[in-house]
C-alpha cells in the first residue's frame, strides 16, 4: 500500500492511476484522516506537526474507495492517495517552506490528479496559508474537497454553525465541505463517496 517517500512531484507511478492529494496545515489531522478513511493505519500520526516533509505515496485499494459492496468493479488497486506536507508549521526555515511551495505546485501539475482533499480545522478561522492555498487551488483549476476536521471537539449545534461560517468565509458551496472526525468516524463515508466522485469523474472524462 505504502508506494514511497519522495522530495520531488514529478515521480511517475506505476502502474498509472487516478490520484488524490490531501493538504492542510500541519495541525490539521492529515495523517489521522488517511487512516480514517482507509480504514487502517497507513500513516503515522504524531504530536508534533510538520513531521512529514516529503511526498507520501500510498496506493489504495477498491474497497477502501468505494466500500466492499462495489469493490468487485474495480481493479484491485484504483488509486493513488497524495499525502503532502503540511503547511504553515512555524519551525519550518525558509528552505523548507520553498521546497514545499514547489513541491505543492508541481502536485497539482500531475497529469492524473483528480482532486485535492483541502483539510481545515474546524475550530479555527482560515489562517493565512490557508488562504494561500485555496489562491493556489483556484490558480490551478483543481477541484478541491474541503474536509473540516475534529468535529467531535464541538457540541453538534456548535458543529453546524462553524462549517456554515467557514463556507460563508471561503465562499465555497455546501456540497464541496464535509465535516469530519477521525475519532468518531463522523463525515467518514460521506467523505469516501465524495472522493469516489472525483475519481470517477477523471475516469469519466
Do not use: C
Amino acid at each position: 500500500m505504502f508506494r514511497g517517500s519522495f522530495p520531488r512531484a514529478d515521480v511517475p507511478l506505476d502502474p498509472p492511476l487516478p490520484e488524490i492529494a490531501f493538504v492542510g496545515r500541519a495541525n490539521a489531522g492529515k495523517s489521522s484522516l488517511l487512516n480514517a478513511l482507509v480504514g487502517r493505519k497507513i500513516a503515522k500520526t504524531s504530536g508534533t506537526p510538520g513531521k512529514t516533509r516529503a511526498l507520501n505515496v500510498f496506493a489504495i485499494s477498491g474497497p477502501a474507495v468505494v466500500g466492499a459492496q462495489h469493490a468487485a468493479a474495480l481493479p484491485s488497486t484504483s488509486v493513488y492517495f497524495l499525502d503532502l506536507p503540511g503547511y504553515g508549521y512555524s519551525r519550518a526555515g525558509k528552505a523548507d517552506r520553498i521546497a514545499f511551495r514547489r513541491l505543492v505546485r508541481h502536485t497539482l501539475d500531475r497529469e492524473r490528479l483528480a482532486g485535492v482533499v483541502w483539510l481545515l480545522d474546524i475550530r479555527h478561522e482560515p489562517s493565512a496559508d490557508d488562504l494561500t492555498m485555496q489562491d493556489l487551488l483556484a490558480e490551478r483549476e483543481t477541484r478541491a474537497l474541503a474536509a473540516l476536521t475534529k468535529g467531535d471537539k464541538l457540541a453538534r449545534g456548535e458543529r453546524g454553525k462553524r462549517e456554515h461560517e467557514l463556507r460563508a468565509a471561503l465562499g465555497l458551496p455546501e456540497d464541496q465541505v464535509i465535516v469530519t472526525s477521525s475519532k468518531t468516524g463522523e463525515g467518514i463515508p460521506e467523505l469516501r463517496d465524495a472522493i469516489t466522485a472525483l475519481v470517477g469523474g477523471t475516469a469519466n472524462g
